[in-house]
């Protein structure tokens, strides 16, 4: 069974930093690319970036692009997303999904089957 487990949301500054953890199991996870999402109240889930399974390519939205940083431990089947420079509007829960046979920028929810629970960011101004 897939799964998928997102921590290292929080409550933080704009401006400040937080590192979102997303640990996973089940499937061979350097088989797979992973990719992370938001969705903030009474708006769709969007694409933040994603991680290709083979050589570490990376996909960035725009509007975190400069900001965020996603990395992979394979040896720890684990995802990152390093999140500097804060801002309100990135007050969202953080899902992060795998299963995705392509890397797009943004990524996008429809290519991917498998999800984690999320984690709560939240920015205060």
């Known amino acids: 069974e897939v799964q998928l487990v997102e921590s290292g949301g929080g409550l933080v500054q704009a401006g400040g930093s937080l590192r979102l953890s997303c640990a996973a199991s089940?499937?061979?996870?350097?088989?797979?690319?992973i990719g992370w999402f938001r969705q903030a109240p009474g708006k769709e889930r969007e694409g933040v970036s994603c991680?290709?399974?083979?050589?570490?390519?990376?996909r960035y939205a725009d509007s975190v692009k400069g900001r965020f940083a996603i990395s992979r431990d394979n040896a720890k089947n684990t995802v990152y997303l390093q999140m500097n420079s804060l801002k309100p509007e990135d007050t969202a829960v953080y899902y992060c999904?795998?299963?995705?046979?392509?890397?797009?920028?943004?990524?996008?929810?429809?290519?991917?089957?498998?999800w984690g629970q999320g984690t709560q960011v939240t920015v205060s101004s």
């Open positions: 991680i290709s399974s083979s050589d570490g390519s990376t």
């Open positions: 089940g499937f061979t996870f350097d088989d797979h690319a």
């Open positions: 999904a795998t299963g995705s046979s392509t890397l797009q920028q943004p990524p996008r929810t429809q290519d991917y089957p498998y």
